[in-house]
């Protein structure tokens, strides 16, 4: 499956997950600091929905066939420019306990995978550990293809936390990046503003 097609159905698959009902809540919301810490940063909300306690668990893809991951709470964030635009649709995952080393090796699996796939001009799996937290991206090189150009998975060990970025590209004229460079550092205020809400102390 070409690099684009996996980017394009990861991101329809979380952006339908979005639109999720909100009934059957768990007890508790531990999620809910860093999602408030999120919606409290540059970027508007489109849309933000807690998952029902019925979904304990999804299926990744990764070389070895699909894999289970455990879900023990979780929420769906889409963030905007300013334009209104949608630009970060996020995934933001508690595991359980007991599954959250394996867990983390499954998307892990799942990240090599999708860059085993990539064309020659694709870059190849980047990993960059930032304290306790630790991401592994994937990009398409340029701004000519629509669905997302960029794909993270996030993980702090502590929380048993696994977010899932996919940073999507805008119609043109609608944009509020005019070149690569400037998508780049937009990109980057949208994951630092995920990453250190994720980290927090009380979060």
């Known amino acids: 499956m070409p690099f684009q097609r996996v980017f394009q159905q990861l991101a329809l698959a979380a952006l339908a997950a979005a639109s999720v ?20 940063g540059k970027f508007g909300v489109l849309e933000q929905a807690r998952l029902p306690a019925s979904a304990t668990s999804r299926s990744v893809e990764t070389a070895a ?3 289970t991951v455990s879900v023990a709470d979780g929420y769906r964030v889409i963030l905007a420019t300013s334009q209104g635009q ?17 867990d983390r090796a499954t998307v892990e699996a799942q990240m090599a995978l999708f860059s085993s796939r990539r064309s020659g ?11 306790e937290v630790e991401l592994l991206s994937l990009h398409q090189p340029d701004l000519a293809r629509g669905g997302p150009i960029s794909f993270y998975s996030l993980f702090v060990p502590s929380k048993a936390l696994i977010a899932s970025l996919y940073v999507l590209n805008q119609p043109p004229g ?9 998508y780049e550092a ?14 927090a102390e009380g979060a």
């Open 65 to 67: 066939g699909n894999k």
């Open 174 to 182: 609608q944009r509020a990046f005019a070149t690569y460079a400037d």
């Open 121 to 131: 001009a694709q870059q190849a799996l980047q990993r960059v550990v930032d304290g």
């Open 21 to 40: 009902s909100s009934w059957a809540q768990r007890a508790g919301d531990p999620l809910a600091p860093i999602v408030r810490c999120i919606a409290a």
């Open 186 to 199: 937009l990109r980057d205020e949208a994951v630092k503003l995920v990453q250190g809400c994720a980290a």
């Open 86 to 102: 949608p630009f970060v649709n996020l995934k933001v995952e508690q595991s359980s306990p007991a599954d959250a080393a394996a």
